[in-house]
């Protein structure tokens, strides 16, 4: 079955769906550095550089998927700063529309896509007194479409990340309605820190490089699959701290922040997140698009690509392109692809029943 993923950035929702066994057929983004990630990591698979926000710019996308035959399933992740917590939250921040192409272009295609899945922060659903959530709703019934919506928390499938996402999924109302997959993890079994990442070097003594190798075997479960088809390590490279930043972080107890550390020490920082150290028993916390608050629960530094990518549930196999400030920020603003193979898998089984 043939996926289209909108707003894909790297691509870490339709990865997936790619392991869950989709056909990704496309990737739209606007960051061109993000879709030669997404290209390098799909299987035949095409990107392009589409402002979504602009419906003269869809008619590109409809003719390109009507040549392939169309698509069965569109997933859609609009930028979410609208929504955010921590955006601007203005109500008419044209980044709450994006929604609308994706509508739009299930509407243009000549075969009518059987599903489409929108993800997006929790806040989506209460901001503006709902607004956008009824609008969201309304677009899958006019469409005639079934709808269903869930906030889904990533410890429980399997992340080791303190992560919630809220889904819209419609599904054409010949198949019924879908129904969200089980949580496979209850709390005492959560993925920790040290069960993600433990078996990565530590960079203590070399910054790391873009092919270095494994230098012990893997300490949990989750190592071992984030290791299949990967025999060398990318994208695990080392922040040069100043000495002052590396003392303020080792005065940073395991699990603590900025309220820790002892009077007249780190001022510069003093914001909720500001100097968190992760801890090594407990999943990390919500991993972001820059990297210079949240440290490492053991070694006096950021958390490396990797180590978030890891955190992120991204396999050890997809590499991200680019600078490293563009890598984290790619990192951060995905989607777990562990989320979306649950999400996947329930759809493959509804579908499958045609």
């Not at 019934?141 to 992560?163: C, D, H």
Request: proline fraction near 5%.
């Amino acid at each position: 079955m043939r996926v289209l993923d909108l707003f894909s950035g790297c691509g870490g929702f339709s990865y997936g769906f790619q392991e869950a066994g989709f056909n990704v057929v496309l990737g739209i983004d606007n960051v061109d550095i993000a879709l030669k990630t997404f290209k390098y990591n799909h299987n035949n698979t095409h990107t392009k550089n589409v402002d979504l926000s602009k419906i003269d710019n869809l008619q590109e996308i409809v003719n390109f998927l009507n040549e392939k035959g169309g698509v069965d399933v569109i997933i859609a992740g609009p930028p979410c700063q609208g929504f955010s917590l921590t955006g601007s939250r203005k109500e008419d921040d044209e980044r709450n529309k994006l929604f609308y192409s994706v509508f739009e272009i299930a509407k243009m295609l000549n075969k009518k896509p059987k599903a489409i899945i929108i993800e997006n922060v929790p806040g989506l659903a209460t901001l503006y007194k709902g607004k956008a959530k009824e609008e969201i709703e309304r677009n899958f019934k006019e469409n005639k479409y079934t709808k269903q919506s869930k906030i889904l928390y990533a410890p429980n499938y399997g992340v080791p990340q303190i992560r919630k996402r809220l889904f819209f999924v419609g599904l054409d109302e010949h198949y019924g309605n879908f129904k969200f997959p089980d949580e496979i993890l209850s709390k005492d079994e959560y993925i920790t820190c040290e069960k993600a990442i433990s078996d990565l070097p530590s960079l203590e003594v070399t910054m790391g490089d873009e092919n270095i190798d494994y230098i012990c075997e893997p300490n949990s479960d989750y190592q071992v699959k984030m290791r299949l088809n990967s025999k060398k390590i990318n994208n695990h490279i080392g922040t040069q701290h100043t000495d002052l930043v590396k003392s303020v972080i080792a005065q940073v107890p395991e699990g603590g922040n900025h309220k820790d550390l002892p009077k007249g020490v780190g001022d510069s920082r003093k914001f909720n997140e500001a100097w968190t150290r992760y801890h090594s028993q407990k999943p990390s916390k919500t991993i972001d698009t820059g990297h210079r608050n949240h440290f490492h629960y053991k070694y006096n530094r950021v958390p490396t690509v990797r180590e978030n990518a890891r955190f992120q549930s991204f396999p050890d196999n997809f590499k991200f392109l680019g600078t490293k400030t563009q890598q984290y920020r790619q990192v951060g603003n995905a989607v777990p692809p562990l989320l979306g193979f649950h999400i996947a898998k329930q759809l493959k089984k509804v579908l499958d029943n045609e």
